[in-house]
Nanobody, 127 residues
Framework: QVRLVESGGGLVQPGGSLRLSCVLSGFISEYYALGWVRQAPGQEREGISCIRMTDGRPYYSGSVKGRFTISRDDALHTVHLQMNRLKPEDTAVYSC????????????????????WGQGAQVTVSS
């Protein structure tokens, strides 16, 4: 059974930093990608970043590029999202997703194609 568990959410002041982590357990494939999707209240889901576990190729949405950094530990089946210079508009539930590596490239992240999802972690940016 495939399971994704996020950790690291919380409350932070504007301009602060948080680091989210996602651990995958269970076998899905030798080759896969892990990504992050967020959803703010009353808004649609937004795919913000993904990474291919085999070669580390990342994707960033325009809203987080330059502020967030995704990294992976392939041996531990873990992905991290370092979030710096956080803004109130970054407030959302952040979910981790796993899918085929073809669905993650420098300019391509069709997160709706991902097969497995975590429960999500709340990130609140407020003073």
């Amino acid at each position: 059974q495939v399971r994704l568990v996020e950790s690291g959410g919380g409350l932070v002041q504007p301009g602060g930093s948080l680091r989210l982590s996602c651990v995958l357990s269970g076998f899905i494939s030798e080759y896969y990608a892990l990504g992050w999707v967020r959803q703010a209240p009353g808004q649609e889901r937004e795919g913000i970043s993904c990474i291919r576990m085999t070669d580390g190729r990342p994707y960033y949405s325009g809203s987080v590029k330059g502020r967030f950094t995704i990294s992976r530990d392939d041996a531990l089946h873990t992905v991290h999202l370092q979030m710096n210079r956080l803004k109130p508009e970054d407030t959302a539930v952040y979910s981790c997703a796993a899918g085929h590596p073809d669905y993650c490239d420098n300019d391509y992240y069709p997160f709706n194609e991902y097969d497995f999802w975590g429960q999500g972690a709340q990130v609140t940016v407020s003073s």
